[in-house]
């Protein structure tokens, strides 16, 4: 009898610092960078006989996350001690949520490498503090820094519902995305503000099935893939040879490209948690609740199919302008500019601005989304040119090199009089558009002479005799102003001029 394949499962534990001004049970400032051990008092360090006090400004941006991510928020949730040992946890508890979360349920969908839908649902969300920061120093010594330790973190904890490593790094950029667009969370993984672990079970096995392995210390997007598929490869052998399989922690290390055993793995009665008596029942008022949901922005998803269908642009193209607020609200304003200035609806310009936006701009920002507000063109000023582009004052080349002139040298100068300067380096691409279009008017005297007594549909034809010549490379919009400026009864004075 053939063996069935067997199948993983990888559930994610995103711990997600949250951006308040102050710690979550005391009033130190929840702010890194600083000088060790600079942001402490007794509360944070676990002094006997200190009191921690919740801080309500965390309240709010726990709320966005929980109702973004359609979770259900309970009324009440509670506060317990979670037991344990480390350098950097001197009180020997860490204060958490435990059968009493903020929030259960919800979920949040992402997309495979295929553009497949994989939908995460999730289990819980609850608020904790984080812990301080071991460093180890040379020798056998461990030195402490304090100032993280009452960070309030948001942990959330997703069912088993990814496949593979692809599908856990998709996921969480999906979910930093939508924590970016609540400004929850700053989202750095390189900083630790966003972190992540992940569960790596087997599905369908009669002894083995459940979370088997937790992976920890993966600290980039990158070390998530990896690891998840490492992790999945090793125990898929472990199977086939059948060898006995541990339920442990293990480790990433990111230069040996493999997971590592670092402690067997706990389960929640090693921690004996019990509720903690300092800190009173939080309820959540349905006043609040309702506040909260009607203020959330429009999330990425929900913008990526608006900019699809309200715009016309491509879905590819959709996914990265919506990846910041920043790209997203600089392509709708220039997008907005445009249509008002050329009163056209948007639904027509949208793809020819994306267009723009994802090339010139983002290349002059390098791809940095924050930088994208500081930038030279504004995108009132890219919907200018591109409103002369679309009138066919100017064409395609010239378009590009205004855009380029105005990212590196600033907009001080007048559009119509850049459009002058530039004038120069633009005959060499007009005089060939010129030939084209005498050669056409000379080839077909009695279409001239027809459309010069009034038959002005005619100049549709010009326009594709030279859209022909040219084999691609025109502007239609540019040759038909011309070929009307060369058709008109003034053309003569003109065509001396050039
Ligand atoms: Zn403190």
Redo the contacts with the bound molecule.
């Keep these: 009898v053939a063996k069935e394949p067997v199948k993983f499962s990888v559930g994610l534990e995103i711990h997600a610092r949250l951006k308040t001004k102050r710690?979550i049970?005391?009033?130190?400032p929840n702010r890194y960078g600083d000088e060790a051990n600079a942001?402490?008092?007794?509360?944070?360090?676990g002094l006997p006989g200190s009191l921690p006090v919740l801080n309500p400004e965390i309240l709010t941006p726990s709320l966005k996350a929980a109702l973004a991510l359609g979770c259900h928020v309970e009324k009440t949730s509670e506060f317990s001690r979670k037991n344990y040992f480390y350098p950097d946890l001197p009180r020997n508890y860490q204060i958490t949520q435990y059968d009493c979360p903020l929030a259960l349920g919800g979920g949040l969908a992402t997309e495979d490498a295929s553009g497949k839908t994989v939908a995460v649902r999730l289990q819980r969300i609850h608020l904790e503090e984080d812990a301080g920061r071991s460093l180890r120093s040379k020798g056998q010594s461990v030195l402490v820094d304090m100032n993280r330790?009452?960070a309030p973190l948001l942990e959330i904890v997703t069912e088993p519902d990814l496949a593979n490593g692809e599908q856990a790094r998709s996921w969480l950029g999906r979910l930093r995305q939508v924590l970016r667009y609540l400004d929850v969370c700053d989202g750095d993984m390189e900083n630790g503000s966003l972190r992540c672990d992940a569960n790596v079970g087997i599905v369908g096995h009669s002894e083995l099935s459940g979370p088997w392995v937790e992976l920890k210390n993966l600290n980039s997007f990158k070390a998530v893939g990896l690891a998840v598929n490492h992790e999945i490869n090793r125990l898929g052998r472990g199977l086939a040879e059948e060898k006995p399989l541990q339920r442990e922690t293990r480790s990433w290390d990111p230069s040996a490209r493999e997971t590592r055993v670092l402690r067997s793995k706990e389960l929640a009665a090693d921690y004996r948690y019990f509720p903690e008596p300092d800190i009173p029942v939080l309820r959540v008022e349905k006043d609040l609740l309702a506040e909260i949901e009607a203020s959330l922005p429009e999330l990425p998803s929900a913008k990526e199919k608006r900019f699809c269908s309200e715009y016309g642009v491509p879905r590819a193209d959709a996914v990265t302008l919506c990846r910041s607020l920043a790209l997203g609200g600089y392509f709708e304003s220039c997008l907005n500019a445009l249509a008002g200035i050329t009163k056209t609806p948007a639904g027509i310009l949208g793809k020819t601005v994306s267009g723009w936006v994802l090339t010139s701009v983002l290349g002059a920002v390098s791809g940095q989304d924050e930088d994208l507000p500081g930038i030279q063109l504004s995108p009132e000023k890219l919907a200018e040119i591109l409103g002369l582009l679309h009138t066919g004052e100017i064409h395609r080349t010239k378009a590009r090199l205004l855009v380029e002139r105005i990212l590196d040298h600033g907009s001080s100068t007048s559009l119509s009089d850049l459009v002058v300067m530039l004038g120069k380096e633009d005959e060499r691409e007009i005089t060939p558009m010129n030939e084209l279009c005498d050669e056409v008017i000379a080839a077909h005297p009695d279409m001239v002479a027809n459309y010069l007594k009034g038959k002005t549909g005619l100049l549709n034809f010009f326009v594709g005799e030279v859209l022909t010549r040219a084999g691609g490379s025109l502007e239609a919009g540019v040759v038909r102003k011309r070929l009307s400026e060369r058709l008109s009864p003034k053309a003569d004075e003109k065509h001396n001029n050039e």
């Excluded at 049970?25 to 130190?28: A, L, R, V």
């Excluded at 942001?39 to 360090?45: A, E, H, I, R, S």
């Design positions: 710690k049970f005391c009033s130190c942001n402490t008092c007794p509360v944070c360090l330790a009452g």
